[in-house]
């Protein structure tokens, strides 16, 4: 809706002035068909950099969204199934052997190591943004691989399915992860049904006032991987960006001056307990542990953006949501994954050659 709706306004010359806008392929594909205009000019290019909209927002040197609020990639665990299961509830794995030893300790304590949701797909393109940056050196690699330049069929790319493979073999997830949502699947582990979770930041103090502050546990997903984004958080942002038919730009881009202003972002904080975007603001006020090592370590700290922003809308439906779907029903091996995902971007590349022209350049701009 979010897409689709403003796209469906712009090419019926009707879009509103602003629009609040995902990142990465979610905004840019309207970037290229000339639907958003460019913010540097309309903004002080302090306040750009400062809203953190991430380098998935620039093309060729322009930015095209201001970043609003944070949304940190990460994985949670119950610190006390942890100690149920004589783990160290202050270390959580970050190795996959140690990963699989500590699902193996829950489940042998009779506990359901991982759950999760796939029912609406959003939860296997969570897993993609953990697991297949993990034998990539930056997002330019993750361009080129969604848009076709680079090959799926490589082990190395469809590594991160095999991996799932290798935890649903195991009996490390819930049963039913097929055929509930991604929500449903959260809520397993914020009732105290799992062990840990995929969420992201926005989500955290929710499962911290169902199953209690102190019980939960933030983790980046352990490291099997060997490129350069393996083992470093995931950090995005939501942001608002301004239509190109907008005759009232200036007015628009006042209106996200105004969201920048101290007290504006000062707010995020205080109404809803969020991490606002902005730079400026120092943090100084989170104190409770979790949320603070999430704003040390995925806000502030030495992050990567999530790959998973750039994938083509064809690769989310046919690539995607259907191999992770068929690896939890045991249709799919990863190397099976990785065909498909091959065969997918073959497809799209020949029915979307001026997208391809676009994702090509796009790469150019995303070497980290």
């Not at 306004?9 to 639907?35: C, K, R, T």
């Not at 997002?139 to 935890?167: H, I, M």
């Not at 350069?228 to 209106?255: H, L, R």
Request: glycine share 10%.
């Amino acid at each position: 809706m979010v897409i689709s709706e403003f796209q469906t306004a712009s090419a019926a010359n009707a879009a509103p002035d602003l629009q609040y806008f995902w990142n990465g392929i979610y905004h840019m594909e309207s970037v290229w068909l000339g639907y958003v205009e460019p913010l540097n000019g309309l903004l002080p290019d302090d306040l750009l950099a400062n809203s953190n909209a991430t380098p998935l927002s620039v093309y060729q040197g322009k930015q095209y969204r201001a970043g609003w609020y944070a949304v940190p990639l990460l994985w949670v665990y119950n610190k006390d199934l942890f100690d149920k299961a004589g783990l160290d509830a202050d270390a959580p794995p970050a190795t996959w052997d140690s990963f699989l030893a500590a699902c193996d300790a829950l489940k042998g304590a009779g506990i359901t190591p991982l759950v999760g949701g796939l029912k609406d797909g959003p939860w296997g393109e969570w897993y993609v943004g953990h697991a297949t940056g993990q034998n990539l050196d930056s997002p330019a690699d993750a361009v080129n691989l969604f848009a076709g330049n680079l090959d799926w069929r490589e082990p190395k790319y469809y590594e991160g399915w095999s991996r799932l493979a290798e935890l649903w073999g195991a009996g490390y997830f819930n049963d039913d992860m097929n055929s509930i949502d991604l929500y449903p699947g959260i809520d397993l582990f914020s009732a105290g049904k799992g062990a840990m979770t995929q969420i992201v930041g926005p989500l955290v103090p929710n499962a911290q006032a169902q199953l209690g502050a102190d019980k939960v546990g933030a983790m980046t997903f352990p490291v099997f991987g060997t490129g350069a984004m393996a083992g470093k958080p995931i950090f995005d942002t939501q942001g608002i960006g301004i239509s190109s038919q907008s005759a009232n730009k200036e007015v628009a881009a006042d209106f996200i001056r105004f969201l920048h202003t101290p007290e504006r972002v000062q707010a995020i904080w205080d109404q809803v307990k969020q991490f606002p975007s902005d730079a400026t603001w120092d943090g100084s006020q989170v104190t409770d542990p979790t949320l603070r090592r999430i704003w040390d370590v995925w806000i502030t700290g030495d992050h990567v953006p999530y790959i998973s922003n750039l994938m083509p809308t064809l690769f989310w439906t046919d690539a995607m949501f259907v191999n992770s779907q068929k690896i939890v029903s045991g249709e799919f091996t990863g190397e099976q994954a990785g065909d498909n995902a091959y065969q997918v971007t073959q497809k799209w590349r020949e029915q979307n050659p001026d997208l391809l022209e676009n994702y090509t350049t796009w790469a150019q701009d995303l070497g980290l």
